[in-house]
């Protein structure tokens, strides 16, 4: 099982990224993807999940209406459409795999596997 996040850069505030998140070893479709991250001195935070089979999806308060997470099945791919992108966005984004469906969603510890980090800058 692995899963690579890469899509990470610097951007100013306002702009826009999109992360992806690929996945090998597993099927997309049957687990539960989620982002997290991390910014120098703070502790991870979760950001968005995704549910397997269904696609239902969730957001952090800070996130919403700014970030959409969606997924290829065909090309076992999570993605993370981040718009309107603020300075307090910068941080190390991870993607981890979860259980299909996860009411805890937030909680790092329900995931197994994690994606190695892609760096997000935002510029003021």
């Known amino acids: 099982v692995q899963l690579q996040a890469f899509g990470g850069g610097l951007v100013q505030a306002g702009g826009s990224l999109r992360l992806s998140c690929a996945a090998s070893?597993?099927?997309?479709?049957?687990?539960?993807i989620g982002w997290f991250r991390q910014a120098p001195g703070k502790e991870r935070e979760a950001v968005s999940y995704?549910?397997?089979?269904?696609?239902?999806?969730f957001y952090a308060d800070s996130v919403k209406g700014r970030f959409t997470i969606s997924r290829d099945n065909a090309k076992n791919t999570v993605y993370l459409q981040m718009n309107s992108l603020k300075p307090e966005d910068t941080a190390v984004y991870y993607c981890?795999?979860?259980?299909?469906?996860?009411?805890?969603?937030?909680?790092?510890?329900?995931?197994?596997?994690w994606g190695q980090g892609t760096q997000v800058t935002v510029s003021s």
């Open positions: 070893g597993f099927r997309l479709a049957s687990s539960g």
């Open positions: 995704i549910r397997g089979s269904s696609g239902q999806t």
């Open positions: 981890a795999r979860g259980r299909p469906i996860l009411s805890a969603w937030f909680t790092a510890s329900r995931y197994d596997y």
